[in-house]
């Protein structure tokens, strides 16, 4: 079946710090891939996107590159802030109109 | 567009008893899809509708769990005889049946305390 592994959290960074959380998937043919964010005390929320192979999907200074050779879709931000700190999901669809599969989540919290 | 709405925002409930939430979605959106989520990981999907029709149904959704969309707008999803392992936050999301991968959009979600 489908499957989403995360990096281990949490992450603590300083203000102004590089951000990568890693997310490989397994599936088979090809996936649309996501990431989510879920603020303290917030729903889930849509960050980004990414529909087929080498599509860059961006929102809000983050970035995550759907590579098919290494089935992975990591998220990448230059230059975090503190109101950054949050849970990042990464997740998967196989097809229109059907379930997503999510990883199990990376605490991020951003220090000024 | 207002947004996923769900209700109650939080249950609290002895074991055995019954619960009901209930999911109102985006307007238009034709698909409803329902999760789980425990402490410290992520959704896991439970259902999903497209319109009235459940069309998928994990097999986390045991006998005790049943959802419905009568009218294919509003959802709900009843708990029998809850048990301390149903606690967990349930997540609504919808979204709309377009050409392609869709974005499904999640309400705030009901976190259940069973005692």
């Known amino acids: 079946g489908n499957s989403v592994t995360q990096m281990e959290g949490p992450v603590t960074l300083s203000e102004e710090a590089f951000l990568t959380i890693n997310c490989t998937y397994t599936a088979t043919g090809y996936p649309s891939l996501f990431w989510y964010v879920q ?8 960050l980004l996107k990414a529909t087929k192979a080498d ?3 961006s929102n809000k200074g983050f ?8 089935t992975s879709f990591h998220l990448e931000k230059g230059s975090v802030q ?4 949050a849970v990042y999901f990464c997740a ?21 | 567009d207002t947004g996923v709405s769900q209700d109650p925002r939080h249950k609290i409930t002895k ?11 985006i307007s238009e959106h034709n698909r409803l899809y329902w999760y789980r989520q425990t402490l410290g990981q992520g959704p896991e ?6 319109n009235e029709a459940q069309l998928e149904k994990s097999r986390l ?34 979204s709309p049946q377009v050409f392609g991968p869709e974005t499904q959009y999640f309400g705030p979600g009901t976190r259940l305390l069973v005692l």
Not at chain 1, 95 to 107: A, H, I, K, N, Y
Not at chain 2, 15 to 25: A, L
Not at chain 2, 63 to 90: H, N, V, W
């Open chain 1, 39 to 46: 603020y303290p005390g917030e729903g889930l929320q849509l």
């Open chain 1, 55 to 57: 599509d860059k999907g």
């Open chain 1, 63 to 70: 970035e995550a590159t759907y590579r098919k050779e290494t």
């Open chain 1, 82 to 85: 503190v109101s950054d700190s």
């Open chain 1, 92 to 112: 998967l669809s196989q097809t229109s109109g059907s379930r997503l599969t999510f990883g199990e989540g990376t605490q991020l919290t951003v220090n000024p």
């Open chain 2, 15 to 25: 074991r055995g008893q019954n619960v009901t939430f209930r999911c109102d979605p």
């Open chain 2, 45 to 50: 999907f439970l259902t999903y509708f497209q």
């Open chain 2, 61 to 94: 959704l045991s006998d005790r769990f049943s959802a419905e969309r009568p009218k294919g707008s509003f959802s709900t999803l009843e708990i029998q005889r809850t048990e301390q392992g149903d606690s967990a936050m349930y997540l609504c999301a919808s």
